[in-house]
Every structure is written in structure tokens, then in C-alpha cells.
């Protein structure tokens, strides 16, 4: 009888000792040859966001145009320099990149017709994605030059008349004066007018006609 009860009382103590398991913590390690995954970042959310026609899009030429240098088709590039916004949030930043063609060029003539260079976008690049946008068309068209022709035709008269006047009196100042009229005609004729030209940095404005939808990120 006390042999069985010194055993009992042996195998509880070695129960107590070293018979439980281990700790949490040594459970809780991952086994050899495993490695512990880092949560992959989460995607961006984007939303769809229409710009209605209309808009004004404040333009920063980048490329240069000509009435007399650009042809029909040329492409011309602008950035944003101000910012697009609807219903209070940006949605195209300054910067953003528009691009477009010439669509007519006129010289300016030697007797009439101004200059005129004119121009319309029709791609936008936002966030490395391209957009198809239509726009008004931009027209820019040369001043009038009448008062610098008659100045010419005055000018041309004025020498005519002096110089007449000294070589046959009144007589010849008149006669001085309508040939000196007719080479300051002949002058404005053989002169072409101011041609338009627009450099990189030169600020214009146009505008929607049709609505744009674009991916923003949420």
C-alpha cells in the first residue's frame, strides 16, 4: 500500500514539474522555413468626375505659332496654368498638358487681308492617361494697318511737294506731290501688314464645347 501511494505521489510531482506544454509565445512561432507575409498596399480607389462644356481652360502656349510660319495641321502644345475645379475640387491640376492642330493660316496681303493664325485642342494628358477633349478654336488676327498706310502715302506726298516746290515752283509742288503720293501707294503695295505671331508663354483662353469625364483618385 505505501509502495502505490509513493508512486502516485512521484508521478505528480513530475506532472508538475515538466509534463505541461510550453509557452504562448514558443507556440506562437512560425515554423522553421516559414516567413511572415507583409500586407500588400492597399490599391488607389478612383472615381469618375465630368468637367461640364463650357468650362474655361486658362492656356500657357508651350509651342509657337505663325501666321507666317505654321501651316495647317502643325501640332500645337499648352499647359493649365490655372487649375480646373468642379464643385470645388481640383480635379485637372495647373500643369496638366493639352494638345491640338493649327486649322488655318493667312499671310498678311500686300494690298488687303490680315493675318490670321487659328487653332484648336483636342487631347488632354491627366495622371498617364490620355483624354479626347474638343474645344473652341482660338483665332488670332493682325491689326489693321490704315493709319500706318497713310502715313506712308502722306509721307510720300509731303517729299513729292517739297521737292517739287524747289524745282518749278507751285506748279511743280503739285505735281511733286501727286508723284510723291503715287510712290508711298506704290510702298504700302510692295509691304505686306503685321503677320500674328504667338510665342511660348503667350497666355490665351478657350473652352469646352463638349463635356469631359476623367478618373481622379478618391
Known amino acids: 500500500m505505501q509502495k502505490w501511494l509513493c508512486a502516485a505521489v512521484l508521478a505528480g510531482v513530475c506532472a508538475a514539474c515538466g509534463g505541461g506544454s510550453g509557452s504562448p509565445e514558443q507556440s506562437a512561432a512560425p515554423a522553421p522555413g516559414e516567413e511572415t507575409k507583409t500586407p500588400a498596399p492597399a490599391e488607389p480607389v478612383y472615381k469618375e468626375v465630368t468637367v461640364p462644356a463650357g468650362t474655361t481652360l486658362r492656356l500657357e502656349l508651350k509651342s509657337s505659332v505663325a501666321s507666317d510660319t505654321s501651316k495647317v495641321e502643325d501640332r500645337v502644345r499648352a499647359v493649365l496654368r490655372q487649375a480646373v475645379t468642379v464643385e470645388g475640387r481640383e480635379v485637372l491640376p ?25 487653332y484648336r485642342f483636342d487631347s488632354l494628358r491627366h495622371d498617364s492617361e490620355r483624354y479626347d477633349i474638343r474645344t473652341a478654336t482660338i483665332s488670332h488676327e493682325a491689326k489693321p494697318t490704315k493709319k500706318k498706310d497713310a502715313t ?35 510702298a504700302v503695295v510692295a509691304t505686306r501688314g503685321d503677320e500674328v505671331r504667338m510665342g511660348p508663354g503667350s497666355g490665351v483662353n478657350t473652352r469646352l464645347t463638349a463635356p469631359l469625364t476623367v478618373r481622379i483618385k478618391a
Open 94 to 118: 495647373a500643369g496638366t498638358e493639352v494638345v491640338g492642330t493649327v486649322t488655318q493660316v493667312q499671310r498678311s496681303g500686300r494690298v488687303k487681308g490680315l493675318a490670321l493664325i487659328a
Open 152 to 186: 506712308k502715302i502722306g509721307i510720300g506726298a509731303g517729299i513729292g511737294a517739297a521737292v517739287g516746290g524747289i524745282l518749278g515752283g507751285g506748279g511743280g509742288a503739285a505735281k511733286g506731290a501727286a508723284i510723291g503720293g503715287a510712290a508711298g501707294t506704290g
